[in-house]
């Protein structure tokens, strides 16, 4: 929920400064609210910011005892001259992508529904890992891996690609004028979608509309920075390449190939 959360307000090329959190439940259970609330700071102090307080609700007869609701909302800040709001994109920008580091935290419904259909799924190993511990894996965060580019007039853009994928979150930060087109051979996919996808039976569509599909950001960057920059992404352990580039348009997605399953 942190990096979630702290990864929405980066896209505006914002230091995260405070956060605050809300658990609401049907009964207090102590220990479990003292474990979420030093998640909750830990996962914030790791990235440079701090859990200001919140708000413990506990509603019973609204909502069934062990069942716990957890949001938080963040404050950022950034110069006005250095916000990035996709305003500075321009035709011949480039696309590129950031692995995710697996579904993030959309998707789950249908997980959910496939380990309802077959609770052994869970031990099913992919890529050397059981399929219970691909998905538990944590959202990454991309504070500490971008930060250091924000003031160096690289990017134009950025998009945390979430619930709608791509099609739904690079879409809103397009000037109106212009279209980004994007190559769905170049997605380097990940061995938990591909499993997935074979499980549940789903079209390309399908997948893409409901999962990151591999990429959890995207930045919009000039021509002539492209190398450097995935050059310094790589650097941090984090794997990038480019999907797309800036056209002519009206604030569409366009997308061209297609997915190498």
Known sequence: MINHLINDCIVMGARPLTVQDAII?????????????????????EQGCVLTGGET?????????????????????????????????????IVLALESSGP????????????????????????????LKLILEPHRCYYKIIKDLFNKKYITGLAHITGGGIKENLNRILPDNLDAEIDLAKYQILPIFKFIKNTAG?????????????????????????QKIINFIKEKN????????????????????????
């Open 25 to 45: 439940c049907g009964k207090l259970e102590p220990a479990k609210i003292k474990r979420m609330v030093k998640a909750f700071a830990q996962a914030c102090k």
């Open 238 to 261: 984090v794997n990038c390449y480019e999907i797309g580039k800036i056209i002519s348009g009206n604030r569409q997605i366009k997308v061209i190939g297609k997915l190498n399953w």
């Open 104 to 131: 993030h935290t959309n998707g789950y419904t249908l997980i959910r529904k496939l380990i309802e259909q077959n609770p052994k799924i869970i031990n099913e190993k992919i890529a050397g890992k059981t399929f």
């Open 202 to 226: 789903l079209n390309d569509t399908e997948m893409l509309r409901t999962f990151n599909m591999s990429i959890g950001l995207t930045v919009v960057v000039k021509k002539e920075s492209v």
């Open 57 to 93: 609700s506990e509603q019973p007869g609204v909502i069934p005892a062990g069942t716990y609701i957890i949001t938080s909302s963040i404050v950022g800040i950034v110069e006005k001259e250095e916000i990035i709001d996709g305003s500075k994109i321009q035709k011949g920008n």
